[in-house]
């Protein structure tokens, strides 16, 4: 499935994500840049020739209110490829952008939330450019938004424990599999 894509690109770790951004003068949290690109996937959005590309980048920084240009619109595209690779990977390699583990707890319960707007943000930005909004979404995606809405308002002032790091896991594995069955869910409901 991958050879129809062409090169596989890489997932940029989230690190060097805020190192480009802060790079381009963007505050932007990764997280939150990579929620949105995986909205606008989710919801339908092609990205597979330059002008979609270029159209999903206008959808971008009107979602985010952020100016994309130069480095950053190249670091963008990139991470649209790698995330729509990831998406279609068969051993479902999805997952979304986040600090590694060794972040500090808060930095990594903030990203979590604001992955989950992103991805809230992004959807209803491509949802909205489709003209779609009068199309009725499926209950399952219609349920998992009402969730992400949820975790996007994560109480970030909880302390790091065994207890509150399994949570944190079990909220990212739950964003990654309904991000998943979102994406399969819009697929299907296209045909």
């Known amino acids: 499935m991958l050879d129809a894509l062409g090169d596989y690109e890489t997932m940029p770790d989230w690190q060097e994500s805020a190192d480009v951004l802060l790079g381009a003068g963007l505050t932007l949290n990764p997280s939150e840049l990579h929620g949105a690109a995986a909205g606008l996937l989710a919801a339908g959005l092609a990205v597979e020739t330059e002008s979609e590309r270029d159209a999903a980048l ?17 670091f963008v595209a990139r991470l649209l490829a790698a995330t729509l690779s990831a ?19 808060e930095t990594r319960l903030v990203s979590v939330g604001q992955w989950a707007a992103g991805f809230l943000t992004g959807f209803t930005q491509a949802v ?17 938004l009402k969730d992400f809405a949820a975790i996007a308002q994560i109480d970030n002032s909880e302390e790091e424990s065994d207890e509150g790091d399994t949570e944190l896991e079990n909220l990212i594995e739950y964003l990654r599999i309904a991000a998943l069955n979102i994406v399969t869910d819009t697929l299907s409901y296209q045909v």
Request: proline share 8%; aromatic share 6%.
């Open 58 to 74: 206008v959808l971008l920084e009107k979602a985010l209110t952020v100016d994309l240009h130069g480095e950053s619109a190249d």
């Open 87 to 105: 998406i279609r990977d068969a051993d479902f390699a999805f997952s979304p952008l986040l600090p590694d583990d060794e972040e500090l707890f």
């Open 128 to 144: 909205t450019a489709a003209n779609a909004g009068a199309e009725p979404v499926n209950p399952n995606t219609a349920e998992a």
